[in-house]
């Protein structure tokens, strides 16, 4: 069995500790750190309080007509193109089509 790249890793990791052996205070700072930052993170997690909000309750909005300012066709000419409708879902495209009959709106895609 090869074994090449586990002689590899350990002549790697020997020269990393004999590097970090001949500079302690640098050893001992870069410890300190990890530590303090670590520590901050935890503290932190630990002090700040978490707001959930929800659920929403909303006005009920009929589905029968476009709101007024979509009907407007000197603001927004021409139809209207629905930008995101995935093609592979079934049930997507049916409510799509419901959509554009039940409104009776040029709607393109």
């Known amino acids: 069995m090869d074994f090449s790249w586990f002689y590899q890793f350990m002549a790697l990791l020997w020269k990393n500790f004999t590097l970090k052996r001949r500079r302690l205070v640098a050893l001992f ?13 935890l ?4 002090i700040l309080t978490i707001n959930l ?4 309750s909303y006005s009920l909005q ?5 709101p007024a ?4 066709p000197s603001i927004f000419p021409g139809p209207w193109e629905l930008a995101f409708v995935p093609s592979k879902s079934v049930v997507v495209k049916s ?3 419901h959509v554009k009959r039940d409104l009776h709106y040029n709607f393109t895609g």
């Open 53 to 56: 909000y929800g659920p929403f």
């Open 62 to 66: 009929t589905l029968d007509e476009l």
């Open 95 to 97: 409510i799509v089509d």
């Open 43 to 46: 503290l932190t997690r630990k």
């Open 69 to 72: 300012f979509l009907g407007m």
């Open 29 to 41: 700072v870069e410890f300190i750190l990890t530590l303090l930052f670590a520590g901050t993170l």
